[in-house]
């Protein structure tokens, strides 16, 4: 475990600082420095999977934004990661925008988690590392649900006596509802700044870094 004693000791210096890259994480995400730091510690975590695994791995959100972040650092990312630590290169490997990855990620990111737990002995914290949704028909009931207040506002307005203002009333009601509908799943998708977030993944690496 020699690999994970210098990865656990690891911190990015800018110029010999080991405070800017944090800022810059807190500056861009919105994180505490608390959580900028136990993130960080999940992230080389993440990295020491990423090495030593022969499937393919999947870092979370949280764990994608630090691995982005530091490979601005580029000297500390290349000569003092990769080169010092490591001994080999890592790369990021953007995942493709289709259903099909999406599918594929999914599952890959399920079983990052369980490598995790078996390699470190702990089930990792939800905070980086949120359990994977389940994948459903995405949004099927929602939009039936949508679909049939709408429909049954016109047709009430249509086929009844109610003025046009009442008319009105109802079909603002109607957007209100959506509106509010379309908020909450925005709010629980995890796109919002702060910390956490969601499991969807946008990038992997195959094990020993190829």
């Known amino acids: ?112 988690l369980l490598r995790y737990n078996r390699v470190f002995g702990t089930e990792p914290p939800s905070k980086v590392w949120p359990a994977p949704k389940r994948q459903t028909k995405k949004n099927s009931l929602p939009f039936k649900w949508l679909s049939l207040l709408f429909f049954s506002t016109f047709f009430i307005t249509a086929c009844s006596d109610i003025n046009q203002k009442e008319a009105v009333y109802y079909f603002k009601w109607a957007v209100a509802i959506y509106v509010v509908y379309k908020i909450l799943k925005w709010l629980d998708s995890g796109n919002h700044r702060g910390g956490g977030g969601n499991s969807g993944c946008s990038s992997s690496c195959g094990g020993g870094g190829d």
């Open 1 to 112: 475990m020699d690999l994970l004693q210098n990865l656990d000791g690891f911190v990015v210096l800018n110029q010999g600082d080991p405070t800017l890259f944090f800022q810059k994480l807190s500056d861009e995400y919105n994180w505490s420095d608390d959580f900028c730091k136990s993130a960080f510690e999940e992230y080389k975590r993440f990295i020491f999977l990423a090495v030593t695994a022969e499937e393919r791995v999947v870092p979370s959100v949280v764990v994608d934004k630090i691995w982005h972040m530091h490979m601005t650092f580029t000297v500390s990312y290349w000569h003092d990661l990769c080169r010092d630590v490591l001994q080999q290169e890592l790369h990021h490997v953007p995942s493709p925008k289709s259903k099909s990855f999406e599918t594929e990620d999914r599952q890959a990111y399920q079983q990052t």
